[in-house]
């Protein structure tokens, strides 16, 4: 099958998933279900058609509106499903499909989704983190021969969530109150899961500066909530996800350069 074709394929399928992404970020902070009920609006509660439920397609059809209740489709279901199928398309255009590519769609989807959640909802639901521990270590085992894939996996574990959790116990008792939430712990596991111990902590070393930096602009606007806490305050789950993302990609290189500029 050509390259262009499977390109077209993933961007189909990956828009499909964009759209059930959409499910996990609206249910999943509220405890609901991901399978049942059906589809429908959130506001008037009627069951969405299958037409009205295409990826991409329907919104544009509906010009983003409720036809039962007229009221608005938030801009991120589209957003969401677009980058979902532009996601999967670069990555098999470039690199074809191979366990190695279908697991790292799979971990931008799980950091993306749990980003959202994170930032609207400040949680991390557990359904999304041990679901994706158990993924990153079956998509390790079919990358890696042998059991080196479950080695792999199981270090990166124990390597990003022990990390998070040594850091969460040393802030309890620098600041005599919660520093860090369980989430993040489970989070920063799951994303060992796929990447290995090593670069599971290049990716929390990074998300841990672009955490502070972004601390220090909210601290030096100023700008406040009605309960005196800083208006702009992003949870750790983005960050965190964004050092994911950076290591994955660049680790190695960073590692490399440190070491030969530093050591």
């Known amino acids: 099958m050509s390259r262009d074709i499977l390109t077209l394929l993933a961007f189909i ?13 609206h249910r999943s ?7 049942t009920p059906p589809s429908h609006c959130p506001h008037c509660r009627q069951p969405i058609r299958p037409w009205e439920n295409i990826p991409l397609i329907s919104y544009l059809i509906l010009r983003g509106k409720c036809s039962s209740c007229g009221e608005r489709i938030p801009v991120r279901y589209p957003l969401v ?16 499909v191979s366990w190695e590519t279908i697991s790292l769609i799979l971990l931008i989807y799980l950091l993306g989704t749990v980003s959202i959640i994170d930032y609207q909802h400040h949680i991390i639901p557990d359904v999304i983190t041990l679901s994706g521990m158990i993924i990153g270590l ?15 996996a199981g270090l990166g574990i124990v390597a990003g969530g022990g990390t998070l959790w040594l850091v969460t116990i040393f802030g309890n008792w620098i600041f005599r109150k919660e520093s860090m939430g369980g989430g993040d712990i489970k989070f920063a596991a ?28 909210s601290l030096v606007t100023g700008r406040k909530n009605r309960d005196g806490s800083p208006r702009n305050v992003l949870p750790f789950g983005p960050p965190l996800a964004a050092g994911g993302i950076i290591s994955r990609f660049w680790g190695e290189t960073l590692l490399a350069w440190y070491l030969s500029t530093f050591l």
């Open 13 to 25: 399928v990956g828009a499909a998933a964009g759209s059930f992404l959409n499910v996990f970020i």
């Open 29 to 35: 902070p509220r405890n609901e279900s991901v399978i």
């Open 81 to 96: 499903e677009f980058l979902s199928a532009f996601i999967a398309a670069a990555v098999v255009w470039n690199a074809g």
């Open 138 to 152: 079956v998509f390790s085992a079919f990358r890696m021969p042998g059991i080196g894939g479950i080695v792999h």
């Open 190 to 217: 799951m994303m060992g899961s796929f990447l290995g111990w090593k670069l599971v902590l290049i990716g929390v070393f990074i998300g841990f500066i672009m955490g502070a930096v972004f601390g220090l602009v």
